[in-house]
């Protein structure tokens, strides 16, 4: 028999059972590559930057020779010339020299730290005039102080951000190995279910959960397959889910909330392969009708039909689910700080996922919690977060600090 | 002559100066619409639901005949019927009767609750035997309660996010109206830039600056179109930012960062057309040298040379600038608490962004500032995200909270 788990034991079952997933990689150019999932190390050919750089405008000199010097008691310096930008610097500097160095120009052999312009003088005598000593090293960024040749820069598993580009770009890297997107298919359910451009009639319900799920897994960098509404039938749900077996690494099945319908997606997960089902009912609110199973090395989680509780569920646990498949780590969710509008009991033994709507104020936001049926879509598409309350606690009293987590 | 702008100065001059401007509208799927940004007003044609519906499996009673009873003293109801999911439940129900309605069915006229199944028995007798007394409008969703019509549903400037998508799938609505992309040209100019698939020769240095551009604003929904690199001289940059004026609604030159340049790129804002810059400097480190200008209704800004702070003036600046073209609000960049892992002295006079990385530990996220010499590409690739330190304050001292906007 199955036990309901609690969220965090989930996490772990997810962790361990589809943690080292095998996706295969592709090349791409780095400028198509942002959001995409890193596939292989990318380890420094080079030291950035290649050469000793000044990082203002300025005399590069002997900070020796400047020791002692200020605007009453200038070091006097021969001027010996000027660095170009973009020049190679292949000159040597003497002592009592100074040479004229642009932001981000080589710095001549011998020289050990830069003036800032704005502190010398030049009359046109042939010698620059140091009002401020330096010491060595200063306003100088030394050969691989960027980036060390031998460093990997980015490391399998990373969600390549623009700066991760930005390094790439730095080595000269134009291609770079990610992961391909992770395949996600979605199967709606339910002998009610119509598709969107089709009129309902009696009581029958348009597919929600198919829109809002495809674009939750495009807005999270994988492909999403849709499979169309299936009727409340076990060969048929199972026929279906089989294909989407063959050509997605996780299926998503949707839309049927009668307990009927959550035995068959149970049943069907089961008929299909090994393990089969992992997690069947999770103790939090909304949710617990959600089913999580493994089949070979793939994944297939039953999804609560009403629309809300179907898109946290989703927030929740499936993007936990892409990312153990990606082996990636987020650092976690955009959160929000915010004072607690309104109290908020809670005291159902479970964990509670409340959707809440920010409201900016003069002391920052305030969340307002929504109250609502279960089964509205409009309980999360006027949220714009949520927030968590732990099995134990018995709710969040009004002017609370609390932790939003962005929808 | 210009003096050096705040922080919040220079959100105040994005506002004022291009929050209004015309994008014009395209219709697209909803399928498609993650993202992006709408463009009219969808107001709902029906109330969703269409119906009264049951929230969970159970029999559809009149309330009041249920008063009273408990597991000791049961009501006892007629069965008189069953709906099925999808069917229009086309019965009145008397009293005294039951009728059982499926999680989303339609509820039988003249009924005003249901009793959750769990709370009943059924022996085959005709009769259902109520445990539980509920109230009028007990586990019932009424017509409208999701969605009434003539309400709006999704407001223009909305950022268009998958909960959205359920909303109008809710209504059938299969297409919406958006925005279209803002395009952003990326003009790197520099004398020692030289493009990433080509070696870079003496101290000539990498085109970091356009890659990473590029990226964040694809990540941002927005169409970027690289210029490629310009030499350091005023009329080719004047031809480049020129024609990109003519193709895009946002400029940024990026590159170059000496003092001539800085001229070059101030110099080219004003002969380009009115009102021309607005903003010549900031007061915030790392980013001072940042330009924001404007010419007709299109905004051009000349971003830092090191890569690390423009990025930084990108991700604060540049995307505030593009939710002014959008006339979208975001609710907040993605906030992470941290604890302070070191003290960081700070002490000079204007706002300060320090970059962190963030170490995950049993008390939360550690924030250990990034020490390095300005323009390190590292300093913003090696970074989860930054803080924001108030020009009064001296500093950050260690173990204190902070708000970490993750990069």
């Known amino acids: 028999?199955?036990?309901?788990?609690?969220?965090n034991e989930v996490f772990e079952i997810i962790e361990k059972n589809f943690k080292g997933y095998q996706l295969e990689c592709e090349t791409i150019e780095i400028n198509y590559a942002v959001g995409r999932i890193c596939g292989e190390s990318v380890v420094s050919a080079e030291d950035i930057p290649g050469f000793n750089r000044s990082s203002v405008d300025g005399y590069a000199v002997m900070a020796s020779d400047t020791f002692g010097s200020s605007d009453s008691c200038p070091a006097q310096l021969k001027l010996a010339g000027e660095i170009k930008m973009g020049e190679e610097a292949d000159v040597y500097l003497l002592k009592g020299e100074a040479i004229y160095v642009p932001t981000g120009g080589q710095i001549p052999r011998n020289a050990d730290a830069v003036v800032m312009i704005e502190y010398t003088d030049n009359f046109d005598d042939g010698f620059i005039y140091i009002n401020k000593s330096v010491a060595p090293g200063n306003n100088l960024v030394f050969k691989g102080d960027d980036i060390k040749s031998g460093n990997a820069v980015i490391k399998p598993g990373t969600r390549i951000r623009?700066?991760?580009?930005?390094?790439?770009?730095?080595?000269?890297?134009?291609?770079?190995?990610?992961?391909r997107r992770v395949k996600v298919g979605i199967v709606s359910t339910g002998d009610e279910i119509v598709?969107?451009?089709?009129?309902?009639?009696?009581?029958?319900?348009?597919?929600?959960?198919?829109?809002?799920?495809?674009?939750?897994?495009v807005e999270y960098g994988c492909e999403p397959v849709m499979y169309g509404i299936c009727e409340d039938d076990f060969h048929k749900i199972k026929c279906k889910v089989d294909l989407a077996l063959k050509e997605c690494d996780i299926i998503l099945i949707s839309g049927g909330s009668s307990v009927g319908l959550k035995d068959q997606t149970m049943k069907v997960i089961n008929s299909l392969g090994l393990p089969g089902v992992l997690v069947h009912?999770?103790?939090?609110?909304?949710?617990?009708?959600?089913?999580?199973?493994?089949?070979?090395?793939?994944?297939?989680?039953?999804?609560?039909?009403?629309?809300?509780?179907?898109?946290?569920?989703?927030?929740?646990?499936?993007?936990?689910?892409?990312?153990?498949?990606n082996d990636s780590k987020s650092i976690g969710s955009s959160v929000i700080?915010?004072?607690?509008?309104?109290?908020?009991?809670?005291?159902n033994g479970r964990e509670e996922f409340v959707t809440v709507r920010l409201e900016a104020s003069h002391d920052g936001f305030l969340a307002h919690p929504l109250f609502g049926k279960s089964g509205l879509i409009s309980l999360v598409s006027q949220a714009d977060g949520?927030?968590?309350?732990?099995?134990?606690?018995?709710?969040i009293e009004e002017g609370k600090d609390v932790e939003v987590i962005l929808l």
């Open 281 to 325: 009912g999770i103790a939090v609110k909304p949710g617990k009708p959600t089913i999580l199973g493994k089949i070979d090395h793939k994944a297939v989680v039953g999804l609560p039909g009403h629309p809300a509780a179907a898109y946290i569920v989703f927030k929740v646990f499936v993007l936990k689910l892409i990312d153990a498949f």
């Open 1 to 7: 028999m199955f036990s309901v788990k609690s969220v």
């Open 195 to 217: 598709d969107i451009k089709n009129k309902p009639e009696g009581s029958e319900v348009r597919d929600i959960n198919s829109y809002f799920l495809h674009a939750g897994i």
């Open 386 to 395: 949520f927030l968590r309350i732990g099995r134990e606690c018995e709710g």
């Open 337 to 347: 700080r915010a004072k607690m509008a309104h109290n908020y009991p809670s005291n």
């Open 162 to 179: 623009p700066q991760d580009i930005g390094a790439l770009a730095a080595l000269g890297v134009t291609h770079i190995s990610v992961k």
